[in-house]
Protein backbone atom coordinates (compact mmCIF):
# COMPACT_ATOMS: atom_id res chain seq x y z
CA UNK A 1 0.00 0.00 0.00
CA UNK A 2 1.38 3.35 -0.41
CA UNK A 3 2.44 5.91 1.68
CA UNK A 4 0.75 8.65 3.50
CA UNK A 5 2.92 11.25 0.75
CA UNK A 6 2.47 9.23 -2.02
CA UNK A 7 -1.22 9.24 -1.74
CA UNK A 8 -1.27 13.41 -1.29
CA UNK A 9 0.83 13.67 -4.21
CA UNK A 10 -1.08 11.46 -6.34
CA UNK A 11 -4.52 13.26 -5.37
CA UNK A 12 -2.50 16.56 -5.73
CA UNK A 13 -1.68 15.54 -9.25
CA UNK A 14 -5.60 14.59 -10.09
CA UNK A 15 -6.55 17.78 -8.79
CA UNK A 16 -4.25 19.96 -10.48
CA UNK A 17 -5.04 18.49 -13.61
CA UNK A 18 -8.48 18.33 -13.65
CA UNK A 19 -10.17 21.40 -15.46
CA UNK A 20 -12.77 22.34 -18.55
CA UNK A 21 -11.70 21.14 -22.05
CA UNK A 22 -13.09 21.65 -25.33
CA UNK A 23 -15.98 19.16 -26.30
CA UNK A 24 -14.67 17.63 -29.85
CA UNK A 25 -17.85 16.07 -30.31
CA UNK A 26 -19.45 19.46 -30.07
CA UNK A 27 -17.00 21.27 -32.12
CA UNK A 28 -16.90 18.80 -34.75
CA UNK A 29 -20.87 18.43 -35.25
CA UNK A 30 -21.37 22.10 -35.63
CA UNK A 31 -18.43 22.60 -37.82
CA UNK A 32 -19.05 20.01 -40.15
CA UNK A 33 -22.74 20.39 -40.74
CA UNK A 34 -22.04 24.23 -41.55
CA UNK A 35 -19.51 23.06 -43.97
CA UNK A 36 -21.44 20.38 -45.70
CA UNK A 37 -24.37 23.20 -45.54
CA UNK A 38 -21.69 25.62 -47.19
CA UNK A 39 -20.56 23.00 -49.88
CA UNK A 40 -23.44 22.14 -50.70
CA UNK A 41 -24.37 26.15 -51.28
CA UNK A 42 -21.55 26.66 -52.83
CA UNK A 43 -21.62 23.55 -55.06
CA UNK A 44 -25.32 24.71 -56.54
CA UNK A 45 -24.88 28.09 -57.35
CA UNK A 46 -23.31 31.43 -55.91
CA UNK A 47 -22.96 31.44 -52.17
CA UNK A 48 -23.68 35.59 -52.45
CA UNK A 49 -27.18 34.55 -52.79
CA UNK A 50 -27.73 33.06 -49.52
CA UNK A 51 -26.57 36.41 -48.01
CA UNK A 52 -29.25 38.60 -46.44
CA UNK A 53 -28.87 41.36 -44.07
CA UNK A 54 -32.48 42.17 -43.61
CA UNK A 55 -33.23 38.00 -43.19
CA UNK A 56 -30.29 37.53 -40.83
CA UNK A 57 -31.88 40.64 -38.65
CA UNK A 58 -34.86 39.93 -38.29
CA UNK A 59 -34.53 35.39 -37.38
CA UNK A 60 -31.75 36.47 -34.87
CA UNK A 61 -33.22 39.62 -33.94
CA UNK A 62 -36.65 38.63 -33.55
CA UNK A 63 -35.92 35.22 -31.81
CA UNK A 64 -33.44 37.52 -29.14
CA UNK A 65 -36.42 39.75 -28.61
CA UNK A 66 -39.12 37.75 -28.47
CA UNK A 67 -36.96 35.27 -25.70
CA UNK A 68 -36.45 38.44 -23.56
CA UNK A 69 -40.04 38.89 -23.17
CA UNK A 70 -40.57 35.21 -22.52
CA UNK A 71 -37.96 35.27 -19.49
CA UNK A 72 -36.35 38.12 -17.46
CA UNK A 73 -33.29 39.59 -18.89
CA UNK A 74 -30.79 37.86 -16.37
CA UNK A 75 -32.41 34.68 -17.20
CA UNK A 76 -31.50 35.40 -20.82
CA UNK A 77 -27.52 36.55 -20.38
CA UNK A 78 -27.01 33.71 -17.77
CA UNK A 79 -28.31 31.33 -20.31
CA UNK A 80 -25.11 32.56 -22.98
CA UNK A 81 -23.33 31.72 -20.11
CA UNK A 82 -24.33 27.84 -19.21
CA UNK A 83 -24.26 27.71 -22.90
CA UNK A 84 -20.49 27.91 -22.53
CA UNK A 85 -20.85 24.24 -20.89
CA UNK A 86 -21.88 22.64 -24.26
CA UNK A 87 -18.75 23.92 -26.04
CA UNK A 88 -16.28 22.66 -22.86
CA UNK A 89 -16.71 20.32 -20.83
CA UNK A 90 -14.92 18.95 -17.43
CA UNK A 91 -11.74 16.50 -18.38
CA UNK A 92 -12.79 14.84 -15.11
CA UNK A 93 -13.87 11.25 -15.58
CA UNK A 94 -16.20 9.76 -13.00
CA UNK A 95 -13.73 6.30 -12.15
CA UNK A 96 -10.99 8.34 -11.99
CA UNK A 97 -12.77 11.15 -9.47
CA UNK A 98 -14.22 8.25 -7.52
CA UNK A 99 -10.11 6.69 -7.18
CA UNK A 100 -9.32 10.32 -6.06
CA UNK A 101 -12.07 10.19 -3.49
CA UNK A 102 -11.25 7.12 -2.04
CA UNK A 103 -7.16 7.87 -1.85
CA UNK A 104 -8.42 11.11 0.11
CA UNK A 105 -10.42 8.84 2.33
CA UNK A 106 -7.76 7.03 3.01
CA UNK A 107 -5.65 9.94 4.03
CA UNK A 108 -8.73 10.99 6.52
CA UNK A 109 -8.95 7.69 8.23
CA UNK A 110 -4.99 7.81 8.77
CA UNK A 111 -4.53 10.98 10.00
CA UNK A 112 -8.06 12.40 10.38
CA UNK A 113 -9.94 14.43 8.79
CA UNK A 114 -7.62 17.73 9.57
CA UNK A 115 -5.04 16.03 7.25
CA UNK A 116 -7.05 16.98 4.46
CA UNK A 117 -6.70 20.69 5.21
CA UNK A 118 -2.42 20.10 3.54
CA UNK A 119 -4.60 19.40 -0.39
CA UNK A 120 -8.09 21.87 -0.21
CA UNK A 121 -6.15 24.47 -1.87
CA UNK A 122 -5.03 21.97 -4.80
CA UNK A 123 -9.67 21.74 -5.55
CA UNK A 124 -9.52 25.02 -6.72
CA UNK A 125 -10.78 23.46 -10.30
CA UNK A 126 -13.61 21.32 -8.53
CA UNK A 127 -15.30 23.96 -6.09
CA UNK A 128 -18.21 21.31 -5.52
CA UNK A 129 -15.52 18.83 -3.64
CA UNK A 130 -13.85 21.36 -2.10
CA UNK A 131 -16.58 23.02 -0.90
CA UNK A 132 -17.75 19.43 0.94
CA UNK A 133 -14.58 18.66 2.71
CA UNK A 134 -13.85 22.46 3.99
CA UNK A 135 -17.45 21.31 5.87
CA UNK A 136 -15.63 17.98 6.62
CA UNK A 137 -12.58 20.08 7.89
CA UNK A 138 -14.56 22.42 10.11
CA UNK A 139 -16.28 19.91 11.66
CA UNK A 140 -19.86 20.40 10.41
CA UNK A 141 -22.11 17.68 11.65
CA UNK A 142 -22.55 15.25 8.49
CA UNK A 143 -26.40 16.42 7.97
CA UNK A 144 -25.21 19.25 7.52
CA UNK A 145 -22.66 18.77 4.87
CA UNK A 146 -25.16 16.49 3.26
CA UNK A 147 -28.08 19.03 2.95
CA UNK A 148 -25.52 21.95 1.81
CA UNK A 149 -24.31 20.24 -0.93
CA UNK A 150 -27.26 18.40 -1.94
CA UNK A 151 -28.65 21.76 -2.39
CA UNK A 152 -25.87 22.84 -4.33
CA UNK A 153 -26.35 19.93 -6.66
CA UNK A 154 -30.20 20.92 -7.02
CA UNK A 155 -29.70 24.20 -8.04
CA UNK A 156 -27.16 23.61 -10.25
CA UNK A 157 -29.44 21.36 -12.15
CA UNK A 158 -31.94 23.84 -12.10
CA UNK A 159 -29.85 26.50 -13.39
CA UNK A 160 -29.00 23.89 -16.30
CA UNK A 161 -32.47 22.80 -17.03
CA UNK A 162 -33.41 26.59 -17.46
CA UNK A 163 -30.68 27.22 -20.03
CA UNK A 164 -32.06 24.15 -21.66
CA UNK A 165 -35.59 25.06 -21.50
CA UNK A 166 -34.80 28.73 -22.86
CA UNK A 167 -32.49 27.23 -25.81
CA UNK A 168 -35.21 24.63 -26.64
CA UNK A 169 -37.96 27.83 -26.55
CA UNK A 170 -35.98 29.68 -29.06
CA UNK A 171 -35.41 26.95 -31.09
CA UNK A 172 -39.23 26.89 -31.40
CA UNK A 173 -39.24 30.58 -32.22
CA UNK A 174 -37.08 31.07 -34.91
CA UNK A 175 -39.17 29.31 -37.71
CA UNK A 176 -42.01 31.45 -36.87
CA UNK A 177 -39.47 34.09 -37.33
CA UNK A 178 -38.36 32.38 -40.38
CA UNK A 179 -42.16 32.85 -41.24
CA UNK A 180 -42.87 36.50 -40.22
CA UNK A 181 -39.60 37.28 -42.41
CA UNK A 182 -41.23 35.05 -45.40
CA UNK A 183 -44.39 37.26 -44.92
CA UNK A 184 -42.62 40.58 -44.78
CA UNK A 185 -41.01 39.52 -48.41
CA UNK A 186 -43.84 38.48 -49.97
CA UNK A 187 -45.81 41.75 -49.47
CA UNK A 188 -42.89 43.73 -50.34
CA UNK A 189 -42.97 41.93 -53.77
CA UNK A 190 -46.95 42.39 -54.66
CA UNK A 191 -46.32 45.80 -53.59
CA UNK A 192 -43.55 46.14 -55.95
CA UNK A 193 -44.97 44.04 -59.18
CA UNK A 194 -44.95 46.97 -61.10
CA UNK A 195 -40.81 47.21 -60.47
CA UNK A 196 -39.04 44.30 -61.22
CA UNK A 197 -36.05 45.48 -59.72
CA UNK A 198 -37.37 45.17 -56.44
CA UNK A 199 -39.25 41.68 -56.74
CA UNK A 200 -35.71 39.95 -56.06
CA UNK A 201 -34.43 41.31 -53.02
CA UNK A 202 -37.95 40.65 -51.55
CA UNK A 203 -38.33 37.44 -52.87
CA UNK A 204 -34.72 36.51 -50.89
CA UNK A 205 -35.60 38.05 -47.51
CA UNK A 206 -39.05 36.01 -48.22
CA UNK A 207 -36.99 32.52 -48.97
CA UNK A 208 -33.88 33.00 -46.86
CA UNK A 209 -35.97 33.82 -43.14
CA UNK A 210 -37.28 30.79 -43.39
CA UNK A 211 -33.75 28.84 -44.41
CA UNK A 212 -31.99 31.04 -41.40
CA UNK A 213 -34.94 30.05 -39.23
CA UNK A 214 -35.02 26.25 -39.90
CA UNK A 215 -30.85 26.56 -39.49
CA UNK A 216 -30.72 28.35 -36.60
CA UNK A 217 -33.68 26.15 -34.67
CA UNK A 218 -32.38 22.64 -36.14
CA UNK A 219 -28.46 22.93 -36.69
CA UNK A 220 -28.12 25.20 -33.57
CA UNK A 221 -30.18 25.77 -30.78
CA UNK A 222 -32.05 22.21 -30.70
CA UNK A 223 -28.93 20.45 -30.51
CA UNK A 224 -26.75 22.40 -27.80
CA UNK A 225 -30.02 22.15 -25.91
CA UNK A 226 -30.18 18.54 -25.99
CA UNK A 227 -25.81 18.64 -25.49
CA UNK A 228 -26.61 21.18 -22.45
CA UNK A 229 -28.82 18.43 -20.69
CA UNK A 230 -26.45 15.44 -21.36
CA UNK A 231 -23.32 17.35 -20.04
CA UNK A 232 -25.72 18.57 -16.86
CA UNK A 233 -26.14 15.00 -16.28
CA UNK A 234 -22.68 13.76 -16.33
CA UNK A 235 -21.66 16.76 -14.10
CA UNK A 236 -24.57 15.73 -11.51
CA UNK A 237 -23.27 12.19 -11.93
CA UNK A 238 -19.41 13.68 -10.63
CA UNK A 239 -21.15 15.92 -8.34
CA UNK A 240 -22.75 13.07 -6.43
CA UNK A 241 -19.36 10.80 -6.21
CA UNK A 242 -18.32 14.11 -4.54
CA UNK A 243 -20.94 14.16 -2.00
CA UNK A 244 -21.28 10.86 -1.28
CA UNK A 245 -17.56 11.15 -0.39
CA UNK A 246 -17.11 14.21 1.69
CA UNK A 247 -20.39 12.56 3.81
CA UNK A 248 -18.38 9.50 4.39
CA UNK A 249 -15.17 10.87 5.56
CA UNK A 250 -17.51 13.14 7.67
CA UNK A 251 -18.55 10.22 8.86
CA UNK A 252 -15.01 8.76 9.23
CA UNK A 253 -16.10 5.71 7.53
CA UNK A 254 -14.08 2.77 6.35
CA UNK A 255 -12.91 3.48 2.41
CA UNK A 256 -13.71 0.02 1.56
CA UNK A 257 -17.30 0.84 2.67
CA UNK A 258 -17.28 4.00 0.66
CA UNK A 259 -15.95 2.34 -2.34
CA UNK A 260 -19.38 0.28 -2.21
CA UNK A 261 -21.54 3.47 -2.04
CA UNK A 262 -19.55 4.56 -5.43
CA UNK A 263 -19.87 1.57 -7.15
CA UNK A 264 -23.64 2.01 -5.76
CA UNK A 265 -24.27 5.09 -8.03
CA UNK A 266 -21.61 4.39 -10.83
CA UNK A 267 -22.46 2.99 -14.00
CA UNK A 268 -21.47 -0.36 -14.32
CA UNK A 269 -18.42 0.40 -16.85
CA UNK A 270 -17.71 2.89 -14.67
CA UNK A 271 -17.04 0.66 -11.35
CA UNK A 272 -14.15 1.07 -9.78
CA UNK A 273 -12.04 -1.83 -8.04
CA UNK A 274 -9.73 0.19 -5.91
CA UNK A 275 -9.22 -1.92 -2.91
CA UNK A 276 -8.80 -5.72 -5.25
Given at each position: MMNTRTIVSGVSHRMAKTGLTLDPATLFGLTCGFALLSAAIVLGGSPRSFINAPSILIVLGGTLSVITVSYSLDEVINTFRVVGKTIVRSGRDPSEAA??????????????VLALQNFLDNMTDEPFLQKGLSLVVDGAPTA????????????????????AGI????????????????????VQMLGNLDDP???????????????????????????????????????ALLNLVYLT????????????????????????????QYFN
Open positions: VSVLKTAEIARRQGEIEEVMRRDLQATLQRHAKGLRKAAEYAPAMGLIGTLIGLSAIGPSMAVALLTTFYGAVLANMVLSPLAAKLERNSEDEGAVSMGRQENPRRLEMLLNSILPPAKRV
